[in-house]
């Protein structure tokens, strides 16, 4: 994705009727457009990072924020080169009722446990380096120069998002239900009835 | 992202019509619903002293998922009822190798170990919890929440119809950062 923050900002700007930001100064784009980017990764996970951790003998814990700094979902995980295979939660629970304790040389899996935790089964009894790849949080928007980070198919869905926002914040309600509707069905989201009754009153 | 910064977005893109008070607790009020899906997730370890069944989770636990024992692994929970039929009725009075917790008649932030247990222990508590600081991709749907509590209640600024736009746009992000799921 080559775009700048810059040049997607002049095109939403340009969008909401304020091409001289009057209305929403290009810093509250920008910070709208930024964290909207992120909402974006959380979805699709095509961005990715991965951290390197060395592990605690005997931890099978592992926290997201903490350990694994701008990441958001853990999408693989492996140590010495070797993929360790995703389970769940609750398998861990139907292979061991000792999964937090249990550790060997060998580990053979990981699971999410919430979203800000992962599992590593079992722990590993040495101090391997881990590699976790994970969705991440894109680069922050700090200046309109910043790189954008999102496949150019996403583009649209980063734009009318950012668009609606704008529009919610000048009070111009009257096409949201429409470019919601478009989000939705752009990402294979689907909101409740109540939710689009809500949208379309 | 800091709780302030969360609330100074909502007061952004309210225009300043919100009140600062109610957003602050409308922001408490949501993470505490968030906290009891499995999202914020963490743990807290306890010691376990030879004698002593009852213990306090830490203030900032919203809700106590799973007990594991360093000693006997993972503890069932139990209601009285339960813990009654395995034990006897003099359950409470039992010592040995916990492996089970009970959080009735006790207050919200205690558990008791059935039977007590007769050696020390650690604990870990796999736990929601409350904070001031959730990660970066949850911050704009908790914004978008904010803004249609705030627009919704009965104000010198009620507007229904911003409120509900808020609504929608907070269940999308909501579902796309996999908070909630697809109707």
């Known amino acids: 994705m080559a775009s700048t923050a810059g040049t997607l900002i002049d095109s939403i700007s340009r969008r909401v009727r304020d091409a001289n930001n009057t209305a929403h100064s290009r810093t509250v784009v920008r910070d709208i457009l930024d964290r909207v980017q992120v909402v974006v990764n959380a979805r699709q996970e095509y961005i990715l990072t991965d951290t390197i951790v060395t592990a605690v003998p005997g931890q099978t814990l592992y926290s997201v924020e903490t350990d694994l700094g701008s990441s958001i979902t853990v999408t693989e995980v492996k140590i010495a080169g070797r993929e360790l295979d995703e389970t769940t939660w609750a398998n861990l629970h139907r292979v061991s009722l000792t999964y937090l304790t249990d550790m060997s040389n060998t580990p053979g899996f990981w699971a999410k446990v919430g979203r800000s935790l992962v599992a590593i089964y079992p722990a590993p009894s040495y101090p391997v380096d881990i590699t976790f790849t994970a969705s991440k949080i894109t680069t922050p928007l700090n200046d309109d120069s910043i790189q954008l980070e999102f496949r150019a198919e996403d583009e649209d869905i980063v734009r009318e998002l950012t668009t609606a926002i704008l529009l919610l914040r000048q009070r111009d309600l009257d096409s949201l239900p429409e470019i919601i509707q478009r989000m939705q069905s752009k990402m294979n989201v689907q909101v409740s009835d109540q939710m689009q009754r809500n949208t379309a009153e | ?183």
Not at chain 2, 5 to 20: M, N, W
Not at chain 2, 94 to 100: A, E, F, K, L, V
């Open chain 2, 1 to 183: 992202m800091s709780k302030a910064t969360v609330l100074t977005l909502v007061t952004t893109l309210s225009l300043g019509q919100d009140d600062a008070a109610e957003t602050a607790i409308f922001y408490d009020e949501i993470v505490r619903e968030i906290g009891f899906l499995e999202v914020l997730t963490g743990t807290e370890t306890i010691a376990v002293s030879a004698g002593t069944a009852v213990y306090n989770v830490a203030p900032d636990t919203i809700r106590s998922i799973e007990f594991h024992s360093q000693n006997s692994g993972f503890l069932t929970k139990a209601d009285g009822k339960g813990l009654g039929s395995l034990f006897g009725a003099d359950w409470r009075n039992r010592t040995g190798t916990p492996i089970g917790v009970s959080m009735d008649y006790e207050d919200d932030d205690s558990f008791r170990l059935v039977p007590s247990p007769n050696t020390d222990d650690t604990l870990t508590l796999i736990r929601t919890e409350r904070r001031d600081d959730v990660p970066t991709w949850l911050e704009l749907p908790i914004v978008f929440e904010i803004l249609s509590r705030e627009f919704s209640r009965e104000s010198d600024h009620q507007d229904v119809e911003l409120s509900s736009a808020s609504r929608a746009i907070s269940n999308l992000l909501f579902i796309m950062t996999g908070v909630k799921e697809n109707a």
